[in-house]
């Protein structure tokens, strides 16, 4: 999905990034609060991961002011107090969860997983669709119970389609999903990861459907 990161230490900061990248996110990193503020108010996000400490402007402050413009994306703080009092003023801030520093990227991947859940109402990290299943947890994709070998990308686009089903998404809405702001897709991009998709899931019950001049849905035999 589309994820920012927010964190001011270039060692930390590289690293949550690369690690997120080799899954096949999306993945924006900015170092300074003033100006992530401005992107959040001009982009919006399936995810933020947030440090508090931020030059320009605190993080507690670019919180607030996300959450003044009622942009619901799920945000895990990333924070060196250990107080509860302190987890507790950042929960009524907004915060979705926090994680304290140090922490292990295992407990970073679950709970971002956790955050994406509960923002597209799931409960769970499998998502099933007629005879396909996608574990997000894994990065695997089954039909009828056989491993389909995919791209990180190509997972990454399915997992948008099955956790949108039945609604029309735009090649703008899908870039946004699958490219940061330092990538530049070419002008066929969708359609490339589209094609290659349907192709790799050709037993699927799942159809990929193209509406010419709005975008792609997904559906089922009985939908």
């Known amino acids: 999905m589309r994820v920012l990161i927010v964190e001011d230490d270039s060692t930390l900061g590289e690293a949550i990034s690369r690690h997120l990248q080799k899954q096949g996110q999306a993945v924006d990193w900015i170092a300074d609060g003033a100006l992530a503020d401005r992107v959040l108010a001009q982009q919006s996000f399936d995810l933020i991961i947030l440090d508090l400490n931020l030059p320009g402007l605190g993080g507690e402050r670019v919180l607030e002011k996300l959450r003044r413009r009622d942009d619901p994306a799920p945000v895990l703080i990333l924070t060196a107090r250990g107080q509860v009092e302190d987890r507790i003023a950042l929960l009524n801030l907004g915060a979705d969860d926090y994680l304290t520093k140090p922490f292990d990227?295992?407990?970073?991947?679950?709970?971002?997983?956790?955050?994406?859940?509960?923002?597209?109402?799931?409960?769970?990290?499998?998502?099933?669709?007629g005879n396909t299943e996608l574990d997000r947890r894994a990065c695997e994709v089954r039909i009828d119970g056989r491993l389909i070998e995919l791209a990180p990308r190509e997972l990454r686009l399915l997992e948008v389609?099955?956790?949108?089903?039945?609604?029309?998404?735009?090649?703008?809405?899908?870039?946004?999903?699958?490219?940061?702001?330092?990538?530049t897709p070419g002008a066929n991009a969708i359609e490339l990861y589209v094609g290659r998709l349907r192709k790799k899931m050709e037993q699927s019950s799942v159809q990929i459907c193209t509406l010419r001049g709005l975008g792609y849905v997904v559906k089922t035999p009985s939908s």
């Open 105 to 129: 990227f295992g407990e970073l991947d679950a709970r971002c997983r956790a955050l994406l859940r509960r923002s597209q109402g799931q409960a769970q990290d499998l998502l099933k669709l």
């Open 161 to 183: 389609f099955m956790s949108h089903t039945g609604r029309v998404l735009s090649k703008a809405e899908l870039i946004d999903h699958l490219y940061g702001f330092d990538e």
